[in-house]
Structure formats: structure tokens, C-alpha cells
């Protein structure tokens, strides 16, 4: 659909486990978010930005008393963190929803009341093996030989339990139907392919309760079982806009994309419509799921100590040059490797060399030759218009490396026709080469607000100044 004539676009992320304060790995998935979030607004597209926080649960009660606090407490704190994080990283949601509000407490008693009105839930019992890191319960084939979760490197937990029951099996035809008929979409194509394949084996029901688990919501008819956490977790979505009734709800449900991480594809692309569809709710549009990080080569973990904080790096580099690397270096949708060499090689290249570079000559030109005043800006030379689907298609490095184009053609075109000589010489050749090299940084610009909100403002607004001036590097030096 062309973008003119979108009515809304709601995008979230997945919402973060209260666990531990945010790193890089969940910076990831909020910037990519953010951008295109700030995409679809700068096109005048009704948009609704969601992210959060997952707060229940029995990893965040362990969390909780291993800091000698009550969860309440602790769930506060951290959770603050991540809106503080993404605060300084210039990401800016419209909404920031925690699990443990009343809010989202209250929408999810109904919704759980409306499942079960669906005669899809019934009562068994369970036995297997449950991961608290995953939050899930893990089959004997997916631990390692040693037994235990190939993630978390600890042993699950055998149980055997009371849950109540959601029918899953009933929903692998029409899962399959609608993953191929392209109604619901599963991006990149391969996870599309790894999700069908799955559902080539018989879906198994799942639990959506949890007996003993303390920290959670109660189920309605049962007080004696809290809400299994990714049942809760994923209504969130829903909540945050105000299901049923609310006009956040009506106006912007179904989710146009939510983006995921490749480890919780299958919550997203099996349990969550499924769900929907028992009690009759839209099925999402699509779910993008991207790729892991690693640092030199090795997992993001504690235990590793290789976590890397983005408040640390917004510290030395900024936002802006944070959130260009991310999207920058890996394609969104492949695994990665993050390194600080890699970083401080793409600010000194690729920001400061380059686009830093390109607008203060730009900039020292119009300052030292006319006085500061722009002549005319025709229209720009080139169009980055191609980018537009790019991003829209989640291509965040395609589009980088796109606009990078222009920036070093810009930058050569100065090398070439050495303005600086030409000022004495030819004015009129002069004015034509500033004024499109003025247009095509605008576009430049305007092309790099999504991903570098601030750096676009400064360009901006610096050539649209009445006196243009010899202006502070964009991308000061770093001290090594
Ligand atoms: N709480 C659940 C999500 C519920 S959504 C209804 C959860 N939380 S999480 O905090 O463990 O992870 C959140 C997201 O961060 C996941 O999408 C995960 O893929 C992403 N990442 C965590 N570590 C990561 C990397 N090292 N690299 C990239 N993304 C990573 O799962």
C-alpha cells in the first residue's frame, strides 16, 4: 500500500524481562522500532509506538529476592532503567506498558474470561521439563547431551503440575493457511520457512496457567493458578491500546509489525494468534525477527561479564552515532558480531570522515564565502526516495549504506570541483555547485531523521539559518 494512503501504523517490540538492566541486545530490537516508528510519523502516518516491560513470573520473583527486594520494588527499579536507557538513546515511544500495571492486569482477566467462554481451555495435568530462563517448558530433545537448556547452560526444573489448558492443535491448518496465503506474514523468509516447518508436526496444547508460582495474575475461575508468564506477556499488545473498548484499541489493532528476536518466534507466530483467534481478534500483519549479537564472537552474558550497558556508549559516542552502528553493521534479520573497534571505526569513518566532514565544509564554505547566506537551493541533484522502501521493508543497513552513497559522492564532488577556487573565479558556478550541495544534504537529512533524529535537526537547522556559520564538528574527535 502506498504510504499516502496508510490509516495507522502500530509497531512494537518485545517487552523486556525485568530480570537485569537493559543492554545492547535489547537496545537492538527498540531502535529498529524507533526508526521505523519515526519513519511512518515524518510521513504523516497516524503511528503508534509501543515497548515495555515483562514484570511476572517466576525468573523475575527469583531476580527480585536474590536482590533481597520485593518484586514490587524491584520490578520499579529496573524497569525504570529501561525507560531511562531508551530515553537517552533518543528512542521515543508512544506508550511504555508494564505487565504489573492495572491496566494490563484488567485486560487480561477479561481476555482469559473470553478464552475460556471459547471452550478452548480445559484442565490437565503436566509433566515435563520447564526452563525458567526461557520461561517455558523445554522437551527432552532440545537440552544438550548434558541435559541442560543449550541457552541458559542450567538444568530445567521437572514438574509435574495442574495447568490449565489452551487447544493449540486446533490451530495448525489455519496457522498454515494464513502464513502462505501471506496474510499473516512471518519476516525474513527463512524464519517464514523454519515457523511452517514446524507446523509440519503436530502442534501440542499448551498450559496457560501456572499453579505454583506466586508473582502473577490470578486466573479468574481458579485462584489457585496465576497466568502462564508469555500468555500475560503477550497481551500487551492489546492492553497497552486499551482492549476492548478503548479508541487506541479500535483505531490501531491489529499490529502492523512486531518486531522480535529470533528466539521468540514461535510465541509470536504460533501461541499469539492462535489466541487472538479463539476469541475472535485480527491477527497481527506481521512479525519481524531479527538476529543475535554477539561480542567477538561470544554470547551476550552475564555470566560471560561481556554485557555491554548503551547508557556506556551513548556516554561516549552519543545516541545518534549508537543507533546508526546497530543498524549500520548488520543487516536486521542475520546474526552479528559487535565489537567496540567495529564502532569506533564506523564513527571515525563513516560520521566523522564522512557525513561530519561533508557538512562542515559545506557549512565553512557558505561562512567564509558568502557571508553566510545560502544562495538559492535548487532542487537536490539526487533522490534518495529508493530508501523509502528499504526501510519499509526493514532493510535498515540497505538504506545506510544507501545514503552513505550520497555522502561520499558529495564529498568527492567537492574534492573535484574545489569550490574553495572557484569562489574567486566563477561565482555563478560557485553558487550552483553550494546550492546543490545544500539541496542534496537537506535530502540527506531528511532521509537520516528516522535513524538520526538529532544530527538531521542540527543539519536542518543549520542550513536553513538566516547566517550560515562555521558550525562545531557534528562528530567531535574522540580521545582514545
Ligand atoms: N519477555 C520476553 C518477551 C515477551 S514479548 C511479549 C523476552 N524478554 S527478553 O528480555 O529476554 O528479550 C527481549 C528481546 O531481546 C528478545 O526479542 C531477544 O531476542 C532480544 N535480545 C536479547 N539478547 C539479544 C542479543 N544478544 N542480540 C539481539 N537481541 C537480543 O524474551
Not at 497516524?46 to 536474590?66: C, M, N, Q, V, W
Not at 552515532?321 to 571515525?348: H, N, T, W
Request: glycine content about 6%; charged content about 30%; overall charge negative.
Amino acid at each position: 500500500m502506498e504510504i499516502n494512503n496508510m490509516e495507522k501504523f502500530y509497531i512494537t517490540t518485545p517487552i523486556y524481562y525485568v530480570n537485569d538492566k537493559p543492554h545492547i541486545g535489547s537496545a537492538y530490537p527498540t531502535i529498529a522500532a524507533d526508526v521505523l516508528a519515526r519513519f511512518y510519523r515524518y510521513a504523516g502516518v497516524p503511528t503508534f509506538f509501543l515497548t515495555g516491560t515483562d514484570e511476572h513470573g517466576s525468573k523475575i520473583e527469583r531476580a527480585a529476592k536474590e536482590a533481597g527486594k520485593t518484586p514490587e520494588d524491584f520490578t520499579h527499579e529496573i524497569s525504570a532503567k529501561f525507560s531511562f536507557a531508551w530515553n537517552s538513546l533518543g528512542i521515543a515511544p508512544d506508550d511504555f506498558i508494564r505487565t504489573t500495571e492495572d491496566r494490563h492486569e484488567k485486560v487480561v482477566v477479561e481476555f482469559l474470561e473470553n478464552l475460556k467462554k471459547s471452550g478452548k481451555i480445559y484442565e490437565g495435568v503436566y509433566e515435563g521439563l520447564y526452563c525458567i530462563g526461557h520461561e517455558a517448558f523445554l522437551k527432552e530433545s532440545e537440552l544438550d547431551p548434558s541435559g541442560k537448556c543449550p541457552d541458559h547452560k542450567t538444568k530445567p526444573e521437572k514438574l509435574k503440575e495442574k495447568n490449565w489448558f489452551f487447544k493449540l492443535s486446533d490451530y495448525q491448518d489455519i496457522l498454515r493457511e494464513k502464513i502462505t496465503s501471506g496474510e499473516f506474514q512471518i519476516a525474513p523468509d527463512f524464519r517464514q520457512n523454519e515457523i511452517l516447518s514446524f507446523l509440519k508436526q503436530r502442534l501440542e496444547d499448551v498450559a496457560i496457567s501456572r499453579p505454583n508460582v506466586k508473582w502473577g495474575i490470578r486466573l479468574p475461575w481458579d485462584e489457585t493458578q496465576t497466568v502462564y508468564v508469555w500468555v500475560d506477556a503477550l497481551l500487551n499488545y492489546i492492553s497497552a491500546l486499551g482492549y476492548p473498548n478503548g479508541e487506541k484499541y479500535k483505531k490501531f489493532w491489529p499490529a502492523d509489525v512486531h518486531v522480535v528476536g529470533k528466539d521468540i518466534t514461535r510465541f509470536h507466530c504460533i501461541i499469539w494468534p492462535a489466541l487472538l483467534h479463539a476469541v475472535g481478534l485480527p491477527w497481527p500483519k506481521k512479525v519481524f525477527a531479527h538476529g543475535f549479537f554477539t561480542i567477538g564472537g561470544q554470547k551476550i552474558s552475564k555470566s560471560l561479564g561481556n554485557i555491554i550497558d548503551p547508557n556506556d556508549l551513548v556516554a561516549k559516542f552519543g545516541p545518534d552515532p549508537v543507533r546508526y552502528f546497530l543498524l549500520r553493521e548488520i543487516p536486521f534479520g542475520q546474526d552479528g558480531d559487535f565489537s567496540m573497534e567495529k564502532l569506533d571505526a564506523r564513527y571515525e569513518g563513516d560520521l566523522a570522515n564522512g557525513l561530519g566532514n561533508l557538512f562542515s565544509r559545506l557549512a565553512t564554505l557558505i561562512a567564509q564565502n558568502l557571508d553566510g547566506v545560502l544562495p538559492d537551493v535548487v532542487k537536490s541533484p539526487k533522490s534518495l526516495d529508493d530508501t523509502d522502501e528499504l526501510i519499509r521493508d526493514l532493510r535498515f543497513n540497505e538504506a545506510l549504506s544507501r545514503i552513505w552513497e550520497e555522502i561520499a559522492w558529495a564529498n568527492k564532488y567537492i574534492d573535484e570541483t574545489k569550490p574553495w577556487e572557484s569562489a574567486k573565479r566563477d561565482r555563478k558556478l560557485f553558487e550552483e555547485v553550494i546550492s546543490n550541495l545544500a539541496a542534496l544534504l537537506n535530502e540527506i537529512a531528511k532521509k537520516l531523521a528516522p535513524f538520526m533524529p538529532d544530527t538531521a535537526d542540527t543539519i536542518r537547522r543549520a542550513l536553513s539559518a538566516e547566517k550560515i556559520e562555521k558550525p562545531e564538528p557534528l562528530f567531535p574527535r574522540l580521545e582514545k
